[in-house]
């Protein structure tokens, strides 16, 4: 709870007066607004006109970052028009407040600055703010003439921390996502009378309740205000808090009367006990009380009044059961959510946010991680009225020293306390948030040295000392909620490089965690949680962060044919859609976890990564970054996640196909599924599992193949449709780019990726770890199709390829990536008959990293070429098979 402060108070009960109204005067100052970048501007000859100011309308950002590479016509961010200026930026306007400002204190509001902001009125310095994400007040009484032109001057600062720099001390010190500058939350001037609520506390209302006890029939509400008299003399006052339901109706009430001296603040509790109450319920029924809040004079005139929406519940996390909503348990299910949309960066409208929230909820989100900073009033207003459960977090991602330090220097410590300090307070009426969240990914140690001095033979810094000086904060300001903190690297998931535990520095859990991704396979997910549960039984546990990026324009015939690129360009979006299948199968049966957040509902902005089809686009949003297509992967969930009818066809993008032969994959909800293809149905299924139903080896037509699928529900059939393309000549002709998850462009032949295999593990002679500088590219001497002579599969493994019966001509490419002649040999067989034996490629080819073909003619009788890779020593390889007629 708030450490009092301020004068003394004296308090008694008295008798409770009917309601009045009463409104703050408010001007939004949201227009005319002039904006300049970088250099000085004298605040006592702000309005000087110089010809290097332009209009703009707040909110505003002048950043513009992360584009997509394909159509960029269609795009509003380009390569030409990206902006990724960090630095300073000045902001202009006059305004004339009006007569209604008159006798009463003036405060100017700032929902966001970034980072940080300088602010004068008339030329007079009214104060400054360090941190790019809260609400922040400044007094503009004595600066502020009523009824007169005011100008009002603010120098915003997003300049990228490092030693030494103006925002050395502010968090975020890093993370990936893009800090964006400017004003970009609302600004207003709001007037309140001398005696009133607090407008200095911290960016929050000066009002905070808790559910203190629900027990049957009845709940208990504590309700703290803080009310400040700026008179210059002694003020009597009273606190009338009143409890309304939804209808208006008054279900409980108290008073008190407060004595506040001159310059004063006092600090009051109140109780109130609710009969019978209606509880807030999360989705299932997100019931809103209206909490109110009068300041009235000694003679009973009102003088300031606060409304705010108040729920009543009652929540908390289990390490058994999970998460508990009013005594019973909830599986929360949800989504990482970033602020910002492409062409506006992150000065959205009220209205973009409504927009992200209906696709949130569309999907059957019911919990969202605010990642990873604070975020606005309104996503939260909406939680509260739809029954969300939030997570809420500080800027704290991944480093906190710069330079040489090994601790946190005094002003960040300070600024990380300020940070969660506002987090809190503005934020802790909201029925909505569960958990403050201390921290992200701050225990990587030395996995990845960009996070760590410079000093690279220096200790890691170690995290704990601040991440407690946090937690303890917390249970001060609010003792209701539980701390928690995502981790990224417990177990030595990056490397062998040690890394601080950090999981115990919060009472809940949270764990990052991208088995098939970044490390592992998916299946390693498990296991891994289930050894988190054993080292930390007593402390909740949940998945804050899995998932994978998925480019729209980049595909593959089967995510398990290669090796993803991370940290490159080939990220199809059938493998996105495949690791969420295989990460929900497991998250769903462990019912221990409290919730689950997959990342990210949104592609969203950053400057680390060419990944996918973009530029400086983090890739892993379910939906694109300006909110126009829902991915494959947004449709499993929603299959999953709701009841609405949910019929969807996967792979819908990838419109020319590589195969004639192809699996059809397909999200549905419902009893009974059927699919059609070119006016012949191919069947139907019952109930898929896990919502995914598969037909096998469905066989296309040359040139447009219509395929619909029709999903049998209560309310009548709904289908889906898409037209997918097959070349005249890919009806009898295979290529296969073995080893690969996104087949090799190669001029005048079409390759599919790897596909039709059984056995064996994939290899890329240019293999990546995803990490530090990309090794120089070896190159393959011998033939011009290098590209798809680079990837390979190996061991002892085939390939049953379908195929009309006939003759043909198959072309094997080999490739030895490293070894000498005489340590790997093996035979080929196909249809049971050996075509090529004993062969030994660095032998052959006269050494690694030259090509070599075999040619073979084989006849297909039964629709299926068998071919076999048989190792006589060694493992046995390909790099590429074509099969012509």
Known sequence: MLSRRGSAAIIALVATPAIAQLDRPTMSLSQSWEFRRGGNVDPANAM??????????????????????????????????IDKYQGVGWYRVTFTPPSSFNGHQAWLQFDAASRTAEVWLNGQRLGQHRGGFSRFRLDATPAMRVGQPNTLLVKVDNSQPDVGSSTADVLPLAGDFFVHGGLYRPVSLIGTDAVHIDMLDDGGSGIYAVTRAITPGNAQVDVRVRVRNDHARKQAATANVRLLDADGKMVASATRRVALDAKGMAELTQTLAVTNPHL???????????????????????????EQPFGIREMRADPAQGFILNGKPVRLHGVGYHQDREGKGWAVSAADIEQDFAI?????????????????QVIHDLADRYGMILWDEIPLVSRWTLGDETVASPALRDNARQQLRELIRQNANHASVFSWGIANEVDFGKSIPIFISTNKDAPAPDPLPLLQELKTLAKAEDPSRATALATCCEGRLLGNADVPVTAAAADLGGANRYFGWYYGNPEDLGPHLDAIRAERPAQPLSVTEYGAGGALTIHTDNPLGGKVDQRGRNQPEEFESYIHERAWATLASKPYLWATWLWNSFDFATTVRREGDANDVNTKGLVTYDRAIRKDAYYFYKANWTQTPTVHINGRRYVDRAYATTDIRVYSNATRTELEVNGRVIGALDACPEKICVWPKVVLAAGTNQIIVRGRFADGTHQDSVQWQLAPEAVRTVRIDSGALVAAPIPGKRFGSDNFFDGGTVGDINAYSGYGPRPAAKVVAGTAQGAVAETYREGRFGYRVPLPNGRYTVDLTFVEPSLAAGARQFDVTANGKRVVAGLDIAAAAGGPLKALTRRIAVQVTDGTLDLRFVPVRGDAIVSAIEITP
């Open 48 to 81: 000087r006109a110089d010809g290097t100011w332009q209009q703009v309308s707040v909110p505003h950002t002048w950043n513009r970052v992360g584009y997509y590479i394909p159509s960029p016509e269609s795009h509003l961010n380009r390569e030409t028009n």
């Open 280 to 306: 807030w319920n999360g989705v299932a029924d997100p019931y809103l009380h209206r909490l109110v809040v009068e300041i009235a004079s000694a003679s009973g005139a009102v003088l300031d009044r606060v």
């Open 360 to 376: 949130m909820r569309e999907m059957g989100v019911n919990t969202i991680r605010l990642t990873h900073y604070q975020h606005g």
